[in-house]
């Protein structure tokens, strides 16, 4: 990618989170940015996903998925949610059953719970489409935002 471009691409203003999928105690959890609400009447939100992480396989296995969004203060729990041992991932953390059955990080400061709606190929990533079926906030606070953070996703990390 062009040096220039991805200069470009660091004023690109999204949130953080933590998407998590599955049901119970098959939940598993990755951090994600490339997220956007797509439709309001479905309510409908995409998040993207290259084609090699686990997570992409279980999302299209467990039809859902949910995004807890995290706060100024949590740039710690992106650095947990990097760890190979998947299970260190929620080491600490309260979780809340949402309604499609997957588990969502209680101490963030809002989330939304996605049953799959539709998937769409692009290339290196796929769009997960998600019917938003619930979502609230959770905690006081402002969102992380990739700026915040410090460093973009481009889409190969
Ligand atoms: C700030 C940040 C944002 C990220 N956004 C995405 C994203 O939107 N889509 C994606 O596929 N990977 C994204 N990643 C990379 C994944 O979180 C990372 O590769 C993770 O290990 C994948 O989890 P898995 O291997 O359990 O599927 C992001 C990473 C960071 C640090």
């Known amino acids: 990618m062009k040096p220039s471009l991805i200069e470009a691409l660091q004023n690109i203003t999204t949130g953080i989170y933590i998407l998590t999928t599955g049901k ?41 998925f949910a995004l807890s969004i995290l706060k100024k203060e949590q740039k710690d729990l992106v650095g947990q949610f990097k760890l190979a041992d998947t299970r260190n991932r929620f080491k600490g953390l309260k979780c809340v059953v949402a309604k499609t059955g997957v588990h969502i990080i209680g101490e963030a400061l809002a989330y939304i719970d996605c049953e799959l709606y539709q998937t769409i190929d692009v290339d290196d990533h796929t769009l997960f489409i998600g019917r938003m079926v619930d979502g609230d906030v959770l905690n006081k606070g402002y969102p992380l935002s990739v700026q915040e953070y410090g460093k973009i996703y481009l889409g190969y990390a």
């Open 24 to 64: 119970g105690h098959e939940t598993h959890g990755m951090i994600v940015s490339w997220v956007s609400q797509i439709s309001f009447d479905p309510p409908l939100i995409m998040v993207a996903i290259r084609k090699n992480r686990p997570t992409h396989a279980m999302i299209t296995r467990n039809k859902n």
